[in-house]
């Protein structure tokens, strides 16, 4: 039973363009989201987050939304770059709601290929 | 420098044996976690360890288990290895209290069982 879902595999882009990738969750309980990039052979490394009491959180290049009647985020990359070519995965949380030490719950990930 | 490390990178065993894998971070962080990554590509947790409470997540199989020797450190120990736990593990580690979960992670082990 996924409760981070990312429906699309794979998604490619022209350079310079914008990027938006999709996460939907199950879990109501969830009250923070973040996103993770990862390179082939190296680990995830944290890109941004929003707990749920925001809408929207930009950091530089980077903005994610978040729609807590949908259960829905998104990640917009604007522009792309060749080097935000990896696998984003979209991560979810019960940390306000006392079960962060449970860990992150994991989407499958979806690998953004950036074409020049 | 590095923050969240592991070793090896990479192992691998016959079915049957007994291995750890290293884990590393240099962040005072006193939250680590255990991930396997399996060949679906899901990445789940298997263990969070905080203060030396240990939360392990019931479907990880008593072969596993973590032991943490002091804060920076949680290693991994499987016994009996089994076709099934080839997977890439990592390793990760948050700092508890603050107004984030953000946890960092290391550059995996990718184990083979043969």
């Known amino acids: 039973d996924q409760q981070v879902k990312q429906n699309s595999p794979s998604l490619s882009v022209q350079e310079g363009r914008i990027s938006i990738l999709n996460c939907d969750y199950t879990n109501s309980m969830f009250d923070y989201f973040l996103w993770y990039k990862k390179y082939p052979a190296e680990g995830p490394t944290f890109l941004i987050s929003?707990?749920?009491?925001?809408d929207k959180n930009e950091d530089g290049r980077f903005t994610v939304f978040l729609n807590k009647s949908a259960k829905h985020l998104s990640l917009h990359i604007v522009p792309s770059q060749p080097g935000d070519s990896a696998v984003y995965f979209c991560?979810?949380?019960?940390?306000?709601?006392?079960?962060?030490?449970?860990?992150?719950?994991f989407g499958k990930g979806t690998h953004l290929i950036i074409q020049p | 420098d590095t923050a969240v490390s592991q070793t090896p990178k990479y192992l691998v065993t016959q079915m049957g044996n007994d291995k750890s894998i290293k884990c590393e971070q240099n962040l005072g962080h006193d939250t680590m976690y255990w991930y396997k990554q399996d060949s679906k590509k899901f990445l789940k947790i298997m263990f969070s360890y905080n203060n030396k409470e240990l939360i392990i997540n019931e479907t990880v199989p008593n072969r596993f288990s973590p032991k943490s020797p002091d804060k920076a450190h949680l290693n991994l120990h499987i016994n009996s290895l089994e076709l099934g736990d080839s997977a890439v593990y990592f390793c990760?580690?948050?700092?508890?209290?603050?107004?984030?979960?953000?946890?960092?992670f290391g550059p995996g082990t990718r184990l083979t069982v043969l």
């Open positions: 990760a580690s948050r700092s508890s209290g603050g107004r984030t979960d953000t946890q960092y």
């Open positions: 929003i707990s749920s009491i925001k």
């Open positions: 991560a979810a949380s019960l940390m306000y709601s006392g079960g962060g030490a449970d860990g992150l719950t």
